[in-house]
Nanobody, 114 residues
Framework: QVQLVESGGGLVQAGGSLRLSCVVS????????MGWYRQTPGKQREFIAR???????YHDGSVKGRFTISRDNAVNTVYLHMTSLQPEDTAVYYC????????WGQGTQVTVSS
């Protein structure tokens, strides 16, 4: 069974930075396109970034220029480096394959104070 374990969230002031990690087990990670998503209470989970198996990256306009997705296939991990964080970035952040696995991890909470 696929497992996704996110970590690295926390409380940060506006303008600060965080790096999120997501370790994936139970899949052929190096062959999968991977993505980061986020969700705030009462809203649907939204896609924010993806990285292909070959390393091609795409970032949604809401985070482009501030967030960077990367991956390390040697340790089955996808990262999200977040800079210039703003209060509107406050959310629970998740990773998943693209297309998504049925199951999701627990996510990691990012809270940005103004």
């Amino acid at each position: 069974q696929v497992q996704l374990v996110e970590s690295g969230g926390g409380l940060v002031q506006a303008g600060g930075s965080l790096r999120l990690s997501c370790v994936v087990s139970g899949s052929i990670f190096s062959a999968d396109d991977m993505g980061w998503y986020r969700q705030t209470p009462g809203k649907q989970r939204e896609f924010i970034a993806r990285i292909s198996a070959s390393g091609f990256k795409y970032h949604d306009g809401s985070v482009k220029g501030r967030f960077t997705i990367s991956r390390d296939n040697a340790v089955n991990t996808v990262y999200l480096h977040m800079t210039s964080l703003q209060p509107e970035d406050t959310a629970v952040y998740y990773c998943n394959r693209i297309p998504t696995f049925t199951n999701w991890g627990q996510g990691t909470q990012v809270t940005v104070s103004s």
